[in-house]
């Protein structure tokens, strides 16, 4: 195992703990990317994105890019979700324009009772760009290794690339909930291994992705998706040489089952821009921290609105107390489209205010 340099900045993980911090913390989801033109540069030298992906010192790059730009209080590991069912044998390919599709997605019964999971060398690749961001970062700040919910990459390996009706895997949950189940018993095994995989070449907390889950009727949701992050969240492991990994949950369109998002025993819930976070804070009490919710659109604003939008989103949590905790995110994704100068205001907006709320 890699000695790593000491956390020079912990309060992204103080915050996710429900420990006190001296200002709100503060990353996005999504910030190694397109919005940045030095992203766009490492892209086009590596030649494709699962050429970026799959390249440690290209990932490592990326992973760094923002944080060279912008005072973030956390790194974000550069991969895709789809890693792991590529590593299944279903076919990850990019079309241009079009999103991550699959060769070979699930649409048989022997499809479903084929699929294993993945063995964790053929993921390789991702532990190495684990360690390798955590020894370049040298302790700036901690590393957020992730991976998409077990419902989530379903979605994909069932309908083979993104969908806005997801009629094929609804489908199958309605028609055949046992092949529904096999399939997401096995992606909860895979992302806990994956995750701990993670954990054990260097990422300090980590994170589910469950960018579809608010896809799913209530009750199909909880049945479906909130089950099996619950099993990948008690495969965890929870500590690494007694320093505590925390873990963060998010559900897309999620808010109205937050309380119940909250008892799964994760550290933190993430809570997308449509979520009240006075109401949020309110409803899960000491039992977990929250990240979000800025809504990304507010950074194609003018500086002074991102910066009211910043403050009243820092006033809707409230200052921290004891046994609560708060990152400030996106709630969801940066888009592509965003002028990194804004991103700056907010960033510079998150810190400054947050640390006068303190004051009081």
Not at 306 to 330: C, M, Q, S, W
Request: hydrophobic fraction near 40%.
């Amino acid at each position: 195992m890699p000695q790593f340099a000491p956390l020079q900045n912990d309060t992204f993980l103080r915050a996710l703990l429900r420990q006190p911090t001296d200002y709100t913390p503060v990353w996005l989801m999504r910030q190694a990317g397109r919005y940045l033109p030095e992203y766009r540069a490492t892209r086009a030298k590596a030649g494709s994105f699962m050429g970026l992906a799959t390249n440690p010192d290209y990932a490592t790059e990326v992973t760094l890019q923002p944080l060279d730009r912008f005072p973030l209080d956390a790194a974000i590991l550069f991969s895709d979700i789809l890693t792991v069912p590529d590593a299944m044998g279903l076919g990850l390919y990019f079309v241009e324009g079009e999103g991550p599709k699959f060769e070979r997605p699930l649409k048989t019964e022997a499809d479903v009772m084929a699929l294993r999971a993945p063995e964790l060398g053929s993921l390789d690749y991702v532990f190495k760009a684990v360690t390798q961001i955590r020894t370049e970062l040298n302790g700036r700040v901690p590393l957020i290794g992730f991976s998409g919910s077990p419902w989530t990459l379903a979605c994909y390996m069932v309908e083979g690339q993104g969908s806005r009706e997801f009629h094929t895997i609804k489908t199958m949950l309605y028609n055949r909930p046992d092949l529904m189940h096999h399939i997401l018993s096995i992606n909860a095994k895979a992302v806990a291994e994956y995750l701990n995989a993670q954990i054990d070449a260097g990422a300090q907390a980590v994170m589910v992705f469950d960018s579809w889950g608010g896809a799913l009727a209530d009750g199909a949701y909880q049945e479906f998706s909130l089950k099996y992050m619950q099993q990948v969240v008690s495969l965890l492991k929870r500590d690494k040489d007694g320093v505590k990994i925390p873990a963060i949950v998010f559900t897309k369109g999620g808010g109205h089952w937050i309380e119940q998002i909250a008892d799964i025993g994760a550290d933190a819930v993430g809570l997308d821009w449509t979520v009240n976070l006075t109401q949020a804070r309110k409803l899960v009490g000491h039992k977990v921290g929250l990240q979000g919710n800025l809504d990304p659109a507010i950074l194609f604003a003018s500086p002074d609105q991102i910066r009211a939008e910043v403050h009243k989103v820092l006033d809707a949590y409230g200052t921290p107390a004891a046994g609560n905790g708060h990152v400030f995110n996106l709630g969801h994704g940066i888009s592509q489209f965003t002028p990194p100068e804004n991103v700056a205001a907010m960033v510079e907006a998150v810190h400054s205010y947050s640390k006068a709320q303190r004051a009081g």
